[in-house]
């Protein structure tokens, strides 16, 4: 029967291999020899472990000034946002709105001059006006000089904007270009109040009347040319005051005459210049007053 070694030829038989050491023994009256002691082996050197640095107050010193240099390069809004502080708000303060002044509106003495001031805002520039003629129910008469053809139709559409024109003459337009023209134009100015009766003032009390005005007519810069005499019987068409003297004087001395605790008003007013200076600069002035009627 034939046996097949399985095993490798090549290593002994027995022990899976392992080969048995014979240690021989030492010929008599000889020392024993001691064997060897197994010298332990080589360990390996155990890892090196990493060290962890410790936070020591020199650490949080650097900590900070680190800190301190980026806020101071950051701006100091940005660093104090890291470190919120309570502010206490101030209370709300309450704004009283503060109350305009009162203006101050001048009033017109009389009127005939509310009139007088509707008129001039009417006047285009390049027009000297030589005549004028008002009345306490807001009519009116002017004469003057255009110094362009125009300009007299400008003051034309400015007198219908502020009343009615009842009546007018305008000249043709001249081929010369230094021409002068005069015209005359007369009217109702409508839009403001008036008194709707006057009465005729006698002569007696029209003295009394006039006294604190022509006593201060000084220092208002004006002459009296004419005064009411007493005892004459004034009519319609009379006017028994001529001035002369700036426009503003005659305003302050109309304002003595005609005051708000007055009843008397200006019946008429003539305005011419008194200089060929500029319009109304110094005027020469004739009016006559009435007062209101009590009925």
Not at 91 to 110: C, L
Not at 178 to 204: A, C, N
Not at 213 to 238: N, Q, R, W
Request: aromatic content about 8%; glycine content about 6%.
């Amino acid at each position: 029967m034939l046996k097949i070694n399985l095993s490798d030829p090549r290593k002994p038989s027995g022990g899976e291999g392992v080969q048995k050491q014979t240690v021989p023994e030492p010929p008599a009256g000889a020392e024993p020899v001691q064997a060897p002691s197994p010298q332990p082996s080589p360990e390996k050197p155990a890892p090196r472990k990493t060290r962890r640095p410790t936070f020591t107050p020199a650490l949080a010193a650097v900590i900070v000034i680190v800190i301190l240099a980026i806020g101071a390069y950051l701006g100091r809004d940005l660093f104090l946002s890291f470190f919120p502080e309570t502010v206490e708000q101030p209370p709300p303060v309450t704004v009283t709105p503060s109350q305009p002044e009162p203006v101050v509106v001048e009033t017109e003495p009389d009127p005939v001059f509310s009139l007088l001031n509707a008129l001039s805002e009417t006047i285009p520039p390049r027009v000297w006006l030589s005549n004028v003629m008002l009345r306490y129910d807001g009519s009116y008469v002017m004469q003057g000089m255009a110094f362009a053809h125009e300009v007299m139709a400008v003051l034309d559409s400015g007198l219908v904007e502020i009343g009615v024109v009842t009546e007018r003459f305008y000249p043709r337009k001249s081929e010369s270009s230094e021409s002068i023209y005069r015209f005359t134009v007369s009217g109702r100015v409508e839009g403001f109040t008036t008194p709707e009766i006057l009465d005729i003032i006698p002569s007696e009390r029209l003295t009394r009347y006039a006294a604190p005005a022509i006593a201060g007519s000084a220092d208002a810069g004006v002459t009296f040319a004419l005064t009411p005499e007493p005892g004459k019987t004034y009519g319609e068409s009379d006017l028994p005051f001529v001035l002369t003297g700036p426009f503003v004087g005659l305003k302050q001395v109309i304002g003595t005459l005609c005051g708000d605790d007055s009843d008397v008003r200006v019946y008429q007013l003539v305005i011419v210049p008194s200089e060929v200076v500029r319009p109304y600069d110094r005027v020469k002035a004739s009016f006559a007053l009435r007062t209101k009627s009590s009925i």
